[in-house]
T-cell receptor
């Protein structure tokens, strides 16, 4: 299995632009999580899905952030418009019910200038 | 309380020594306690995990000690090696249909020759 695949690995964009981060979870996993990592705040859960349905989006910082999971093999996290304080590493992770633990992707390093 | 408190923030250990990282939690509903290891530029990777029905779990040089009454758990790395230099995160979650992990802030371990 190729693991959790995220794209792009790096994204540099100008303030005000739309940014879309992509994730392909491990096949068969029924949970998908989006985390943001910064030095100041550590790993923060933004949103998670179970069987493609959003379960808890209370961690999404603002309405500028949105996430979708149109099918079991693909999810997106969109920021529109982006701001410099959104600069962070964004991780996608997937998990299988009762398995415990997540498998993380390699992350997308987002820089908003 | 969903918080997981991790200490120390950073740790320097000599090669061959024992590295000890501690975590404490408040939520008594937590029933799954994993540790993750993260190398620079990579996503966190599951290292070892424990459930509260045991007080200790060992996998190779890595041991989790769990104290349910004190609501504390710790990671011990025996015979620490330079290749163990990474950031370590403790985490916790509860069952009942939610697999949302709450992470500690991380410990940066440096093992010096």
């Amino acid at each position: 299995d190729a693991g959790v695949i995220q794209s792009p690995r790096h994204e540099v964009t100008e303030m005000g632009q739309e940014v879309t981060l992509r994730c392909k979870p491990i096949s068969g996993h029924d949970y998908l999580f989006w985390y943001r990592q910064t030095m100041m705040r550590g790993l923060e859960l933004l949103i998670y899905f179970n069987n493609n349905v959003p379960i808890d989006d209370s961690g999404m910082p603002e309405d500028r952030f949105s996430a979708k999971m149109p099918n079991a093999s693909f999810s997106t996290l969109k920021i529109q418009p982006s701001e410099p304080r959104d600069s962070a590493v964004y991780f996608c992770a997937s998990s299988l019910t009762d398995l415990g633990g997540y498998t993380f992707g390699s992350g997308t390093r987002l820089t908003v200038v | 309380q969903q918080q997981v408190k991790q200490s120390p923030q950073s740790l320097i250990v000599q090669k061959g020594g024992i590295s000890i990282i501690n975590c404490a939690y408040e939520n008594t509903a937590f029933d799954y306690f994993p540790w993750y290891q993260q190398f620079p530029g990579k996503g966190p990777a599951l290292l070892i995990a424990i459930r509260p029905d045991v007080s200790e779990k060992k996998e190779g040089r890595f041991t989790i000690s769990f104290n349910k009454s004190a609501k504390q758990f710790s990671l011990h790395i025996m015979d620490s090696q330079p290749g163990d230099s990474a950031t370590y995160f403790c985490a916790a979650s509860s069952g009942a249909g939610s697999y949302q992990l709450t992470f500690g802030k991380g410990t940066k371990l440096s093992v010096i020759p």
